[in-house]
């Protein structure tokens, strides 16, 4: 499955600030921008969407920049993919039409166990996904 850029991006731009959280500071949008290689004006738009949804806050003034809304633990990749692209979870709904093949019933039926497992493992939060960096079970370049 190959994820849309701008979810890659927004994933990597909230797994920032998780990482930097820890100081309680804002991140400047071009060091999160410089250090996941995401171009500036993409990531406004994408923290933007993050913000609208209360996944980031904004702090303004020289020391600004952005920040976790939620702790870590409070925010899964579900949220983070829907946020950015409130379509991209949604999956069509298995419905019985009158005559369908054998088929299609197959595969509808299929389809909801992808969707199911799809959506299980995008349960991850972002604490677990920095319990995942830390023991060197992810590889991720800051």
Known sequence: MKLPAKIEYAVKAVLELALRSEDGKPVPLEL???TQQIPAQFLVQLLSRLKHAGLV???RGVT???ALAKHPSQITLAEVFSAVDSHILEFPKPYSRKGESEAGSLFA???TDISCTLRK???VTLEELMARLHAGQL???I
Request: aromatic share 16%.
């Open 32 to 34: 999160i921008a410089r």
């Open 57 to 59: 806050d904004t702090v």
């Open 64 to 66: 600004g920049g952005y």
């Open 109 to 111: 039926g299929i389809w």
């Open 121 to 123: 493992q995008l349960e």
């Open 139 to 141: 590889t991720y370049q």
